[in-house]
């Protein structure tokens, strides 16, 4: 690929074969790293800030993309960044942070796939409804939602709840 122009490479460190099972085999990086000259960048189980430096400095990749690990949690790829960048942890987001970043989600998956968007982003607001009191609830009235204004009520309401 390099040879054809590639100008950087993602690595997903698993075969075919393996599915999602076991951990993603970051020395397999490292070797693709060591024959490149342009950017690699490692991908599989970066879950944390904690991950991501592990995995830079055990494959020598110029960078790392998150997948599962934003699910309900984008804010991932900007405490890495934070930390690369400072050497210092950004604060964590709180639940009412985390439930207005959900409400955003919905409305854009809404504007940009319709319908479609509404049943995606059942899941994805289940996943955004984590560690705080009630939580459990909204995710049960999240994962049936028909409209964006049925998910933005129920989430309101819970903020609300979170701020009494
Ligand atoms: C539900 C799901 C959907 C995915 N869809 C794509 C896709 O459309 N294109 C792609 O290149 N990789 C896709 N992937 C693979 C991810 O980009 C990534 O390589 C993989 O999940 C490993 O990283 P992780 O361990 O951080 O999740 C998908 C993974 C999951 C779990």
Request: net charge neutral.
């Amino acid at each position: 690929m390099q040879d054809a122009g590639a100008q950087m490479i993602t690595v997903h460190a698993r075969t075919r074969a393996q599915g999602y099972q076991g951990p993603a085999r970051w020395e397999w990086i490292a070797r693709v790293k060591k024959k490149l000259s342009i950017p690699v960048i490692a991908n599989g189980d970066i879950v944390s800030v904690e991950s991501a430096l592990q995995c830079l400095v055990e494959t020598g990749a110029d960078g790392v993309m998150c997948s599962r690990g934003t699910l309900g949690y984008p804010f991932l790829v900007g405490e890495i960044d934070y930390f690369l960048k400072t050497g210092q942890h950004k604060p964590l987001p709180t639940p009412i942070q985390r439930l207005e970043c959900a409400k955003e989600h919905l409305q854009a998956l809404y504007d940009y796939k319709g319908d479609r968007g509404i049943q995606q982003a059942r899941k994805h607001m289940t996943w955004y409804a984590k560690e705080f009191s009630g939580a459990a609830d909204l995710r049960n009235q999240l994962c049936a939602i028909a409209t964006v204004q049925e998910g933005m009520d129920y989430i309101d309401r819970a903020i609300d709840g979170i701020s009494l």
